[in-house]
Antibody, heavy 122, light 107 residues
């Protein structure tokens, strides 16, 4: 069974940085495309970005609100996905989910982590 | 960016009812449309991919239809465990935008 476990959430001041980790197990992580999705308190889902599998080029794409501030990376040797968040803003406050792509054709997200709460506040 | 608009934003229904949720894309997305279910405090769950394909393990009372710009999610006979918020997502082009959600509540 695929499991994704996020860690690294917490309280950070505006302008600060935080790195989220997502530890994967139960799948062949190296061939998985991975996404980050966030959800502000009481709001809907917002796509943050994705990283292709290393074999697929390992390239990244980002949503406009986070582009240039957030960086997605992966370490296939320890089956871990990362989200480095810099220059954090109050509006980045949200639960952040990592999610595995079902297949690189339809791009549905079939497994999700439990979520990591990031609170940006002074 | 492609905008995804769901309707209604919320609805009240009874157990056994047939429920239909609509999702409209601001431009054609072929069949690159995903449906998720989310319960409070939980991560979303994949229901439908490629507009009409039921994800493994999802009950057959859920079905999806549509292509181009107009899509629907239908629950043929609402069960107590189906009260949740439903989201559509387009995966035709980056960014993979979500609809605003439809909350299905108990009548």
């Amino acid at each position: 069974e695929v499991q994704l476990v996020e860690s690294g959430g917490g309280l950070v001041k505006p302008g600060g940085s935080l790195r989220l980790s997502c530890a994967a197990s139960g799948s062949t992580f190296s061939v998985d495309w991975m996404n980050w999705v966030r959800q502000a308190p009481g709001k809907g889902l917002e796509w943050v970005g994705r990283i292709k599998s290393t074999g697929g080029g390992g390239t990244t794409d980002y949503a406009a609100p986070v582009k240039g501030r957030f960086t997605i990376s992966r370490d296939d040797s320890i089956e871990t996905l990362y989200l480095q968040m810099n220059s954090l803003k109050i509006e980045d406050t949200a639960v952040y989910y990592c999610a595995k792509v079902r297949d690189p054709y339809t791009f549905g997200l079939d497994y999700w982590g439990q979520g990591a709460l990031v609170t940006v506040s002074s | 960016d492609i905008q995804m608009t769901q309707s209604p934003s919320s609805l009240s229904a009874s157990v056994g009812d047939r429920v239909t949720i609509t999702c409209r894309a601001s431009q054609s997305i072929d069949r690159f449309l995903i449906w998720y279910q989310q319960k409070p405090g939980r991560a979303p769950k994949l229901l439908i991919h490629a507009a009409t394909s039921l994800q493994s393990g999802v009950p057959s009372r859920f079905s999806g239809s549509g292509s181009g710009t107009d899509f629907t999610l239908t629950i043929s006979s609402l069960q107590p465990e189906d009260f949740a918020t439903y989201y559509c997502q387009q995966t035709y082009s980056i960014p993979h935008t979500f609809g605003q959600g439809t909350k299905v509540e108990i009548k």
